[in-house]
Protein backbone atom coordinates (compact mmCIF):
# COMPACT_ATOMS: atom_id res chain seq x y z
CA UNK A 1 0.00 0.00 0.00
CA UNK A 2 1.08 3.64 -0.89
CA UNK A 3 3.17 5.35 2.31
CA UNK A 4 2.68 2.18 4.29
CA UNK A 5 6.41 1.75 5.32
CA UNK A 6 5.51 4.17 8.70
CA UNK A 7 2.86 2.05 9.51
CA UNK A 8 0.85 -0.78 9.33
CA UNK A 9 -2.49 -0.52 8.75
CA UNK A 10 -5.59 -2.28 10.63
CA UNK A 11 -8.65 0.34 9.74
CA UNK A 12 -10.03 -1.29 6.64
CA UNK A 13 -13.37 -0.83 8.11
CA UNK A 14 -12.99 3.08 8.00
CA UNK A 15 -11.32 3.38 4.60
CA UNK A 16 -9.66 1.42 2.40
CA UNK A 17 -7.17 1.99 0.02
CA UNK A 18 -7.04 2.49 -4.09
CA UNK A 19 -6.72 -0.78 -5.76
CA UNK A 20 -4.53 -0.18 -8.52
CA UNK A 21 -7.07 -1.53 -11.30
CA UNK A 22 -9.09 1.57 -9.75
CA UNK A 23 -6.64 3.94 -9.83
CA UNK A 24 -5.59 3.06 -14.12
CA UNK A 25 -9.17 2.81 -14.85
CA UNK A 26 -9.67 6.94 -13.43
CA UNK A 27 -6.83 8.18 -14.69
CA UNK A 28 -7.90 6.87 -18.33
CA UNK A 29 -11.40 8.34 -18.28
CA UNK A 30 -10.25 11.67 -16.31
CA UNK A 31 -7.60 12.49 -19.47
CA UNK A 32 -10.60 11.24 -21.87
CA UNK A 33 -13.65 10.72 -20.93
CA UNK A 34 -14.50 13.17 -18.24
CA UNK A 35 -17.24 15.50 -19.18
CA UNK A 36 -21.24 15.70 -18.66
CA UNK A 37 -22.71 12.35 -19.00
CA UNK A 38 -26.24 14.16 -19.40
CA UNK A 39 -24.44 16.26 -22.39
CA UNK A 40 -26.10 14.85 -26.19
CA UNK A 41 -22.95 16.00 -27.66
CA UNK A 42 -20.29 12.66 -28.75
CA UNK A 43 -18.34 14.06 -25.49
CA UNK A 44 -21.09 13.42 -23.07
CA UNK A 45 -22.32 10.48 -25.20
CA UNK A 46 -18.83 9.20 -24.22
CA UNK A 47 -19.07 9.70 -20.37
CA UNK A 48 -22.31 8.18 -20.29
CA UNK A 49 -21.11 5.51 -21.74
CA UNK A 50 -18.79 4.81 -18.78
CA UNK A 51 -21.76 5.82 -16.75
CA UNK A 52 -23.19 2.83 -17.96
CA UNK A 53 -20.60 0.58 -17.74
CA UNK A 54 -19.51 0.90 -14.30
CA UNK A 55 -23.69 0.18 -13.70
CA UNK A 56 -23.88 -2.56 -15.64
CA UNK A 57 -20.57 -3.68 -13.33
CA UNK A 58 -22.00 -2.69 -10.25
CA UNK A 59 -25.12 -4.50 -10.89
CA UNK A 60 -23.00 -7.65 -11.48
CA UNK A 61 -21.65 -7.65 -8.22
CA UNK A 62 -25.13 -7.02 -6.15
CA UNK A 63 -27.15 -9.20 -9.29
CA UNK A 64 -29.78 -6.38 -9.99
CA UNK A 65 -30.09 -4.84 -13.21
CA UNK A 66 -27.96 -1.34 -13.88
CA UNK A 67 -31.34 0.84 -14.35
CA UNK A 68 -32.42 -0.12 -10.42
CA UNK A 69 -28.82 2.17 -9.33
CA UNK A 70 -28.72 5.27 -8.16
CA UNK A 71 -25.53 7.26 -7.47
CA UNK A 72 -24.49 9.61 -4.44
CA UNK A 73 -21.91 10.63 -2.75
CA UNK A 74 -21.41 7.89 -0.55
CA UNK A 75 -23.10 5.67 1.90
CA UNK A 76 -23.88 8.93 4.59
CA UNK A 77 -26.28 10.19 1.09
CA UNK A 78 -27.32 7.05 0.37
CA UNK A 79 -28.81 6.31 3.97
CA UNK A 80 -30.19 9.75 4.10
CA UNK A 81 -31.89 9.59 0.94
CA UNK A 82 -33.31 5.86 1.21
CA UNK A 83 -34.09 6.93 4.81
CA UNK A 84 -35.75 10.50 4.66
CA UNK A 85 -37.24 9.55 1.05
CA UNK A 86 -39.10 6.64 1.80
CA UNK A 87 -40.61 8.02 5.17
CA UNK A 88 -41.66 10.94 4.05
CA UNK A 89 -43.10 9.62 0.46
CA UNK A 90 -45.08 6.91 2.37
CA UNK A 91 -46.26 9.65 6.08
CA UNK A 92 -49.69 9.85 4.88
CA UNK A 93 -49.86 6.24 5.01
CA UNK A 94 -48.25 5.98 8.79
CA UNK A 95 -45.18 7.05 10.74
CA UNK A 96 -43.89 4.64 12.66
CA UNK A 97 -40.37 3.70 11.79
CA UNK A 98 -38.01 0.56 13.24
CA UNK A 99 -34.17 0.40 13.15
CA UNK A 100 -31.60 -0.91 15.89
CA UNK A 101 -29.83 1.28 18.45
CA UNK A 102 -26.27 -0.53 16.85
CA UNK A 103 -26.30 1.18 13.33
CA UNK A 104 -24.50 3.61 12.13
CA UNK A 105 -24.62 7.60 12.90
CA UNK A 106 -25.62 7.99 9.39
CA UNK A 107 -28.79 6.05 9.93
CA UNK A 108 -29.17 6.66 14.06
CA UNK A 109 -28.73 10.59 13.34
CA UNK A 110 -31.47 10.46 9.98
CA UNK A 111 -33.75 8.88 12.52
CA UNK A 112 -33.49 11.27 14.68
CA UNK A 113 -34.10 14.04 12.66
CA UNK A 114 -37.69 12.25 11.69
CA UNK A 115 -38.58 11.83 15.37
CA UNK A 116 -38.25 15.69 15.83
CA UNK A 117 -40.46 16.02 12.54
CA UNK A 118 -43.23 13.85 14.33
CA UNK A 119 -42.42 10.50 13.17
CA UNK A 120 -42.37 7.62 16.23
CA UNK A 121 -39.27 5.37 16.06
CA UNK A 122 -38.91 1.73 17.73
CA UNK A 123 -34.80 1.27 18.79
CA UNK A 124 -34.68 -2.59 18.53
CA UNK A 125 -31.83 -3.84 21.01
CA UNK A 126 -29.30 -6.94 19.40
CA UNK A 127 -28.87 -9.97 21.28
CA UNK A 128 -25.07 -9.90 23.78
CA UNK A 129 -23.84 -11.05 20.37
CA UNK A 130 -24.92 -8.08 18.14
CA UNK A 131 -27.32 -10.36 16.38
CA UNK A 132 -31.06 -8.75 16.02
CA UNK A 133 -33.72 -11.88 15.93
CA UNK A 134 -36.58 -11.47 13.44
CA UNK A 135 -39.31 -12.37 15.93
CA UNK A 136 -38.08 -9.25 17.60
CA UNK A 137 -38.90 -7.35 14.39
CA UNK A 138 -42.11 -9.07 13.97
CA UNK A 139 -43.42 -8.14 17.36
CA UNK A 140 -42.62 -4.72 16.99
CA UNK A 141 -44.13 -4.39 13.47
CA UNK A 142 -47.45 -1.98 13.25
CA UNK A 143 -50.13 -1.23 10.80
CA UNK A 144 -48.53 1.84 10.78
CA UNK A 145 -44.95 0.93 10.46
CA UNK A 146 -43.79 2.14 6.71
CA UNK A 147 -40.24 1.45 7.19
CA UNK A 148 -37.38 -0.84 9.04
CA UNK A 149 -33.60 0.35 8.59
CA UNK A 150 -31.48 -2.64 8.90
CA UNK A 151 -27.37 -2.87 8.56
CA UNK A 152 -25.64 -5.59 6.94
CA UNK A 153 -22.44 -5.62 8.18
CA UNK A 154 -22.01 -3.95 11.86
CA UNK A 155 -18.84 -1.89 11.47
CA UNK A 156 -17.66 -2.18 15.03
CA UNK A 157 -18.51 -5.72 15.67
CA UNK A 158 -18.67 -7.38 12.40
CA UNK A 159 -21.94 -8.42 12.95
CA UNK A 160 -23.59 -9.89 9.82
CA UNK A 161 -27.67 -9.94 10.26
CA UNK A 162 -30.01 -11.95 8.57
CA UNK A 163 -31.27 -9.81 6.01
CA UNK A 164 -33.29 -12.28 3.75
CA UNK A 165 -35.22 -13.53 7.13
CA UNK A 166 -35.85 -9.36 8.66
CA UNK A 167 -36.61 -8.77 4.42
CA UNK A 168 -39.58 -11.59 5.07
CA UNK A 169 -40.86 -10.19 8.05
CA UNK A 170 -40.79 -6.76 6.26
CA UNK A 171 -42.18 -8.14 2.60
CA UNK A 172 -45.15 -9.74 4.06
CA UNK A 173 -46.84 -6.63 6.06
CA UNK A 174 -46.10 -4.43 2.74
CA UNK A 175 -43.11 -2.56 5.05
CA UNK A 176 -40.56 -1.17 3.30
CA UNK A 177 -36.73 -2.61 3.97
CA UNK A 178 -33.64 -0.54 3.82
CA UNK A 179 -30.46 -1.96 4.60
CA UNK A 180 -27.18 -0.12 5.14
CA UNK A 181 -24.58 -2.02 3.28
CA UNK A 182 -21.62 0.52 3.35
CA UNK A 183 -19.50 -2.40 4.97
CA UNK A 184 -21.06 -5.46 3.20
CA UNK A 185 -20.88 -4.54 -0.38
CA UNK A 186 -17.54 -5.63 -2.28
CA UNK A 187 -16.81 -7.88 0.92
CA UNK A 188 -19.85 -10.52 1.17
CA UNK A 189 -21.99 -12.07 -1.72
CA UNK A 190 -24.85 -9.95 -1.83
CA UNK A 191 -27.87 -11.43 -4.00
CA UNK A 192 -30.30 -8.08 -4.31
CA UNK A 193 -32.53 -10.51 -6.20
CA UNK A 194 -33.06 -13.36 -3.91
CA UNK A 195 -33.13 -11.17 -0.73
CA UNK A 196 -36.57 -9.18 -0.24
CA UNK A 197 -34.97 -5.79 -0.18
CA UNK A 198 -35.98 -2.84 -1.43
CA UNK A 199 -33.39 0.09 -0.71
CA UNK A 200 -29.10 -0.89 -0.64
CA UNK A 201 -27.00 1.21 0.34
CA UNK A 202 -22.88 1.41 -0.74
CA UNK A 203 -19.93 3.23 -0.43
CA UNK A 204 -17.17 2.81 -2.88
CA UNK A 205 -14.20 3.38 -0.31
CA UNK A 206 -14.86 0.70 1.98
CA UNK A 207 -14.08 -1.64 -0.77
CA UNK A 208 -10.95 -0.38 -2.66
CA UNK A 209 -13.10 2.32 -4.78
CA UNK A 210 -12.27 5.85 -4.62
CA UNK A 211 -13.98 7.96 -1.70
CA UNK A 212 -16.40 10.18 -2.49
CA UNK A 213 -19.07 8.00 -4.49
CA UNK A 214 -21.62 5.92 -3.51
CA UNK A 215 -24.75 4.15 -4.39
CA UNK A 216 -28.22 3.35 -3.85
CA UNK A 217 -30.28 0.54 -5.08
CA UNK A 218 -33.57 1.23 -5.21
CA UNK A 219 -36.17 -1.82 -6.25
CA UNK A 220 -38.67 -1.42 -8.92
CA UNK A 221 -41.68 0.53 -8.04
CA UNK A 222 -40.44 1.63 -4.91
CA UNK A 223 -41.02 5.21 -4.47
CA UNK A 224 -38.52 7.70 -2.41
CA UNK A 225 -39.08 11.60 -2.16
CA UNK A 226 -36.10 13.35 -3.37
CA UNK A 227 -33.78 15.43 -1.17
CA UNK A 228 -32.30 17.53 -3.41
CA UNK A 229 -33.82 19.58 -6.45
CA UNK A 230 -32.04 21.21 -9.72
CA UNK A 231 -31.73 19.23 -12.50
CA UNK A 232 -33.51 16.04 -14.05
CA UNK A 233 -30.76 13.82 -13.74
CA UNK A 234 -30.70 10.08 -12.52
CA UNK A 235 -34.86 10.68 -13.08
CA UNK A 236 -34.78 13.78 -10.88
CA UNK A 237 -34.24 11.41 -7.97
CA UNK A 238 -30.72 12.82 -7.04
CA UNK A 239 -30.25 15.80 -9.62
CA UNK A 240 -26.69 17.28 -10.05
CA UNK A 241 -23.67 16.33 -12.77
CA UNK A 242 -22.30 13.21 -12.22
CA UNK A 243 -18.40 12.79 -11.17
CA UNK A 244 -18.12 10.26 -14.26
CA UNK A 245 -14.42 9.50 -13.10
CA UNK A 246 -15.34 8.46 -9.48
CA UNK A 247 -18.17 5.95 -11.09
CA UNK A 248 -15.65 4.56 -13.19
CA UNK A 249 -13.65 4.17 -10.19
CA UNK A 250 -16.86 2.04 -8.10
CA UNK A 251 -17.50 0.64 -11.02
CA UNK A 252 -13.96 -0.99 -11.44
CA UNK A 253 -13.79 -1.69 -7.62
CA UNK A 254 -17.38 -3.28 -7.86
CA UNK A 255 -15.63 -5.89 -11.05
CA UNK A 256 -12.59 -6.75 -8.81
CA UNK A 257 -14.82 -7.46 -5.82
CA UNK A 258 -17.42 -9.51 -7.95
CA UNK A 259 -14.01 -12.26 -9.29
CA UNK A 260 -12.00 -11.84 -5.72
CA UNK A 261 -14.56 -11.66 -2.99
CA UNK A 262 -14.66 -15.88 -2.51
CA UNK A 263 -10.63 -15.71 -2.22
CA UNK A 264 -10.78 -12.52 0.22
CA UNK A 265 -13.22 -14.04 2.35
CA UNK A 266 -10.98 -17.61 2.77
CA UNK A 267 -8.05 -15.26 3.28
CA UNK A 268 -9.35 -13.11 5.68
CA UNK A 269 -10.81 -15.87 8.19
CA UNK A 270 -7.56 -17.59 8.62
CA UNK A 271 -5.71 -14.08 9.66
CA UNK A 272 -8.57 -13.40 11.78
CA UNK A 273 -8.09 -16.95 13.34
CA UNK A 274 -4.65 -16.34 14.25
CA UNK A 275 -4.95 -12.83 15.62
CA UNK A 276 -7.43 -14.04 18.02
CA UNK A 277 -5.52 -16.75 18.65
CA UNK A 278 -2.16 -14.74 19.45
CA UNK A 279 -3.90 -12.61 21.93
CA UNK A 280 -7.12 -14.69 23.41
CA UNK A 281 -4.83 -15.59 26.66
CA UNK A 282 -4.78 -12.26 27.60
CA UNK A 283 -6.68 -11.92 31.02
CA UNK A 284 -9.65 -10.48 30.54
CA UNK A 285 -10.19 -10.38 27.09
CA UNK A 286 -13.72 -10.18 25.97
CA UNK A 287 -14.38 -10.33 22.00
CA UNK A 288 -17.24 -8.19 21.43
CA UNK A 289 -19.70 -9.60 18.67
CA UNK A 290 -19.95 -12.87 17.59
CA UNK A 291 -17.65 -15.76 19.21
CA UNK A 292 -17.91 -17.63 15.75
CA UNK A 293 -19.23 -16.39 12.17
CA UNK A 294 -19.57 -12.52 11.73
CA UNK A 295 -17.23 -10.93 9.30
CA UNK A 296 -13.73 -12.32 8.93
CA UNK A 297 -12.14 -8.76 8.42
CA UNK A 298 -13.28 -7.62 11.49
CA UNK A 299 -12.10 -7.93 15.04
CA UNK A 300 -13.66 -6.21 17.96
CA UNK A 301 -12.12 -6.94 21.27
CA UNK A 302 -11.64 -5.16 25.00
CA UNK A 303 -9.69 -5.95 27.99
CA UNK A 304 -10.36 -5.44 31.72
CA UNK A 305 -8.70 -2.18 33.07
CA UNK A 306 -7.06 -0.39 29.69
CA UNK A 307 -8.60 2.69 28.57
CA UNK A 308 -8.67 2.65 25.01
CA UNK A 309 -7.45 5.83 23.79
CA UNK A 310 -3.75 5.09 25.65
CA UNK A 311 -4.00 1.73 23.83
CA UNK A 312 -4.06 3.14 21.15
CA UNK A 313 -1.44 5.63 21.20
CA UNK A 314 0.66 2.47 23.00
CA UNK A 315 0.45 0.29 19.69
CA UNK A 316 0.98 2.77 17.38
CA UNK A 317 2.78 2.18 14.64
CA UNK A 318 -0.45 0.17 14.34
CA UNK A 319 -3.61 1.51 12.96
CA UNK A 320 -7.04 0.53 14.71
CA UNK A 321 -9.91 1.97 15.92
CA UNK A 322 -10.82 2.88 19.18
CA UNK A 323 -15.18 2.87 18.52
CA UNK A 324 -16.11 3.75 15.04
CA UNK A 325 -13.59 5.54 12.61
CA UNK A 326 -16.12 8.28 12.68
CA UNK A 327 -15.96 8.86 16.15
CA UNK A 328 -12.64 8.14 17.25
CA UNK A 329 -12.17 11.24 18.26
CA UNK A 330 -14.86 11.59 20.41
CA UNK A 331 -14.83 10.87 24.29
CA UNK A 332 -17.98 8.97 24.24
CA UNK A 333 -17.88 5.24 24.66
CA UNK A 334 -19.43 3.03 21.86
CA UNK A 335 -23.31 3.05 21.61
CA UNK A 336 -22.62 -0.25 19.76
CA UNK A 337 -20.78 -1.76 22.39
CA UNK A 338 -23.02 -0.47 24.74
CA UNK A 339 -26.20 -1.94 23.48
CA UNK A 340 -24.55 -5.53 23.46
CA UNK A 341 -24.52 -4.61 27.39
CA UNK A 342 -20.58 -3.52 27.73
CA UNK A 343 -20.06 -1.19 31.05
CA UNK A 344 -18.70 2.34 29.77
CA UNK A 345 -15.60 1.00 30.59
CA UNK A 346 -15.53 -1.86 28.87
CA UNK A 347 -16.94 -0.16 26.02
CA UNK A 348 -14.24 2.30 26.72
CA UNK A 349 -11.03 -0.48 26.55
CA UNK A 350 -12.48 -1.51 22.99
CA UNK A 351 -10.33 -1.87 19.90
CA UNK A 352 -11.35 -2.55 16.50
CA UNK A 353 -8.41 -4.63 14.34
CA UNK A 354 -10.29 -4.72 10.73
CA UNK A 355 -8.55 -6.56 8.42
CA UNK A 356 -8.67 -6.21 4.28
CA UNK A 357 -6.82 -7.88 0.75
CA UNK A 358 -3.73 -6.01 1.52
CA UNK A 359 -3.13 -7.19 5.23
CA UNK A 360 -0.34 -10.22 5.40
CA UNK A 361 0.76 -12.79 7.70
CA UNK A 362 3.59 -10.98 9.13
CA UNK A 363 0.83 -7.63 9.85
CA UNK A 364 -0.97 -10.12 12.00
CA UNK A 365 1.86 -11.03 13.85
CA UNK A 366 2.71 -7.47 14.28
CA UNK A 367 -0.51 -6.50 15.83
CA UNK A 368 -0.03 -9.48 18.61
CA UNK A 369 2.64 -8.21 19.82
CA UNK A 370 2.19 -4.78 19.61
CA UNK A 371 -1.87 -5.52 21.47
CA UNK A 372 0.07 -7.80 24.20
CA UNK A 373 2.99 -5.29 24.81
CA UNK A 374 0.41 -2.33 24.79
CA UNK A 375 -2.00 -4.27 27.54
CA UNK A 376 1.39 -5.16 29.85
CA UNK A 377 2.60 -1.46 29.76
CA UNK A 378 -1.37 -0.24 30.89
CA UNK A 379 -1.80 -2.38 33.48
CA UNK A 380 1.97 -1.94 34.51
CA UNK A 381 0.81 1.96 34.74
CA UNK A 382 -2.50 1.62 36.29
CA UNK A 383 -2.76 1.66 40.14
CA UNK A 384 -4.55 -0.38 42.42
CA UNK A 385 -7.76 0.89 43.87
CA UNK A 386 -7.27 1.87 47.94
CA UNK A 387 -8.13 -1.61 50.01
CA UNK B 1 -7.18 21.61 13.47
CA UNK B 2 -5.23 19.63 15.27
CA UNK B 3 -4.06 17.18 12.87
CA UNK B 4 -2.15 15.07 15.89
CA UNK B 5 -3.66 15.11 18.81
CA UNK B 6 -0.89 14.82 20.97
CA UNK B 7 1.90 17.15 21.28
CA UNK B 8 5.68 15.87 21.12
CA UNK B 9 5.77 16.07 25.08
CA UNK B 10 2.25 14.25 25.51
CA UNK B 11 4.38 11.25 23.12
CA UNK B 12 7.63 11.50 25.43
CA UNK B 13 6.18 11.26 28.60
CA UNK B 14 3.86 8.91 27.43
CA UNK B 15 6.10 6.23 25.97
CA UNK B 16 9.04 6.61 28.79
CA UNK B 17 7.32 7.78 32.31
CA UNK B 18 10.13 7.70 34.13
CA UNK B 19 8.15 8.22 37.22
CA UNK B 20 6.23 5.30 37.23
CA UNK B 21 5.68 3.35 39.49
CA UNK B 22 5.49 3.65 43.39
CA UNK B 23 7.93 4.98 46.32
CA UNK B 24 8.17 2.87 49.51
CA UNK B 25 7.64 3.88 52.22
CA UNK B 26 6.63 7.07 50.96
CA UNK B 27 3.27 9.72 51.48
CA UNK B 28 0.99 8.03 49.80
CA UNK B 29 -2.69 9.91 47.85
CA UNK B 30 -5.13 7.77 45.38
CA UNK B 31 -7.73 10.01 43.91
CA UNK B 32 -10.82 7.95 40.75
CA UNK B 33 -13.51 10.38 39.24
CA UNK B 34 -14.21 11.07 35.74
CA UNK B 35 -13.11 7.53 34.87
CA UNK B 36 -9.51 8.42 36.01
CA UNK B 37 -7.24 6.98 38.68
CA UNK B 38 -4.07 8.40 40.00
CA UNK B 39 -2.18 7.50 42.53
CA UNK B 40 0.68 9.67 44.07
CA UNK B 41 3.46 8.88 46.11
CA UNK B 42 6.50 10.61 47.72
CA UNK B 43 9.65 10.20 49.92
CA UNK B 44 10.58 13.50 51.70
CA UNK B 45 13.67 14.37 53.41
CA UNK B 46 13.99 17.62 55.69
CA UNK B 47 10.70 19.31 53.51
CA UNK B 48 11.95 18.54 50.14
CA UNK B 49 10.34 16.05 47.91
CA UNK B 50 13.61 13.94 47.14
CA UNK B 51 11.68 11.35 44.80
CA UNK B 52 8.04 11.00 43.16
CA UNK B 53 6.48 8.45 41.75
CA UNK B 54 2.68 7.74 40.00
CA UNK B 55 0.46 4.99 38.85
CA UNK B 56 -2.50 6.30 36.51
CA UNK B 57 -5.52 4.95 34.56
CA UNK B 58 -6.78 7.00 31.87
CA UNK B 59 -6.19 8.09 28.29
CA UNK B 60 -2.59 9.73 27.16
CA UNK B 61 -2.77 13.18 28.47
CA UNK B 62 -3.97 12.43 32.24
CA UNK B 63 -0.98 9.81 32.24
CA UNK B 64 1.91 12.74 30.83
CA UNK B 65 0.39 14.97 32.99
CA UNK B 66 0.70 13.00 35.86
CA UNK B 67 4.73 11.93 34.47
CA UNK B 68 4.98 16.08 33.79
CA UNK B 69 4.05 16.67 37.40
CA UNK B 70 6.86 14.22 39.21
CA UNK B 71 9.15 15.61 36.79
CA UNK B 72 7.96 19.32 37.98
CA UNK B 73 8.15 18.60 41.66
CA UNK B 74 11.07 16.14 42.57
CA UNK B 75 13.73 18.15 44.24
CA UNK B 76 11.25 21.36 45.30
CA UNK B 77 10.12 21.73 48.81
CA UNK B 78 7.10 20.64 50.18
CA UNK B 79 5.36 24.45 50.61
CA UNK B 80 5.88 24.21 46.79
CA UNK B 81 2.95 21.83 46.37
CA UNK B 82 0.92 24.30 47.29
CA UNK B 83 1.52 26.56 44.09
CA UNK B 84 0.11 23.30 42.17
CA UNK B 85 -2.43 24.45 39.59
CA UNK B 86 -3.03 22.45 36.38
CA UNK B 87 -2.82 25.41 33.91
CA UNK B 88 0.50 25.09 33.13
CA UNK B 89 0.39 21.28 32.55
CA UNK B 90 -2.32 21.99 30.09
CA UNK B 91 -0.54 24.80 28.48
CA UNK B 92 2.58 22.65 28.06
CA UNK B 93 0.58 19.24 26.84
CA UNK B 94 -1.79 21.61 24.94
CA UNK B 95 -4.44 19.22 26.46
CA UNK B 96 -7.86 19.61 24.87
CA UNK B 97 -10.49 21.85 26.53
CA UNK B 98 -12.67 19.03 27.39
CA UNK B 99 -10.17 16.96 29.31
CA UNK B 100 -9.80 19.90 31.35
CA UNK B 101 -12.12 17.82 34.12
CA UNK B 102 -9.68 14.68 33.55
CA UNK B 103 -6.31 16.98 34.34
CA UNK B 104 -7.98 18.71 37.37
CA UNK B 105 -7.78 14.92 38.51
CA UNK B 106 -4.46 15.02 38.86
CA UNK B 107 -4.59 18.71 40.82
CA UNK B 108 -7.35 16.85 43.53
CA UNK B 109 -4.54 13.89 43.99
CA UNK B 110 -1.86 16.52 44.30
CA UNK B 111 -3.79 17.96 47.10
CA UNK B 112 -4.58 14.49 48.88
CA UNK B 113 -0.40 13.90 48.77
CA UNK B 114 0.14 17.17 50.19
CA UNK B 115 -2.18 16.81 52.94
CA UNK B 116 -0.70 12.85 53.19
CA UNK B 117 3.12 14.45 53.65
CA UNK B 118 2.00 17.10 56.00
CA UNK B 119 0.23 13.93 58.07
CA UNK B 120 3.64 11.76 58.10
CA UNK B 121 5.53 15.08 59.31
CA UNK B 122 2.84 15.56 62.20
CA UNK B 123 3.00 12.32 63.01
CA UNK B 124 7.01 11.92 62.55
CA UNK B 125 7.22 15.02 65.30
CA UNK B 126 4.51 13.42 68.04
CA UNK B 127 6.67 10.78 67.75
Redesign the interface.
Known sequence: MPGSSDFVYMDYAATTPLNSLVAERMRTVQNSACFNPASNHIAGRQSAKVVMQAATELGLLLNVSPDSILWTSGATESNNLAILGAARQRAHRGKHLITMRTEHKAVIDVFRALEKQGFEVSWLAPKPDGQLPVERLISTLRDDTQLVSIMHINNETGVIQDIAALGAACKERDVLFHVDGAQAAGKIPVDLAALPVDLYSLTAHKFYGPKGVGALFVANGTPLEPLMFGGGQQQRMRPGTLPVDLIAGLGVAAAVATTSIADDLAKLTGLKGRLLQGIQDIEGLQVNGPAKGGYPGILNVGVD?V?G??LL??MEPLCVATGSACNS?S?EPSSVLRALGRT??QA?SAIRFSLGRPTTAADIEMAISSYRHAVRK?R????E??A | MNID??NAVV?AY?DC?EH?GDIGGGAVA?F?DQ?M???LSAKVVDGKIKKLGF??????HV?AAAEAFCRQFEGRSVAELEEFKTSQIMGDLAVPV??TGRILVLEDTVRSLRAAIQDRITNQAQD
Not at chain 1, 380 to 383: D, G, K, N, S, V
Open positions: DDESLARQDRQLALAPRP | PYRFPMFEGRIRRAWGCPIEK
